[in-house]
């Protein structure tokens, strides 16, 4: 259960360093993306969006860490995906 607890945590803490990357860049393809969000709901609002999925896979971790580590693990996976496409491309 702990291992699951500190892996969640940590992948959560890279898919937040990956997610500001992105949003903060000036990638016209992430700023079509995320601008029309933000101006309807808030600047902040994937933050939140990203902050309570890793509240809900914390929560669950406790109860199925090895499920959560795999579906938790496959999404970090698609982030670091995305990201590195999006940040080797030629702009």
Do not use: K
């Not at 892996?7 to 995320?34: C, K, T, W, Y």
């Not at 969000?37 to 406790?62: D, H, K, M, N, P």
């Amino acid at each position: 259960m702990t291992l699951s607890l500190i892996f969640v945590f940590l992948a959560g803490i890279a898919n937040f360093a990956m997610h500001r990357a992105l949003v903060e860049s000036l990638d016209p393809i992430v700023q079509a993306a995320v601008l029309p969000i933000q101006r309807a709901v808030g600047r902040y609002t994937s933050y939140v969006c990203e902050f309570a999925l890793l509240v809900i896979v914390l929560t669950v971790a406790a109860r199925w860490p090895v499920g959560t580590i795999v579906l938790y693990g496959l999404y970090t996976m698609l982030n670091a995906t995305v990201f590195a496409l999006l940040t080797s491309r030629n702009p």
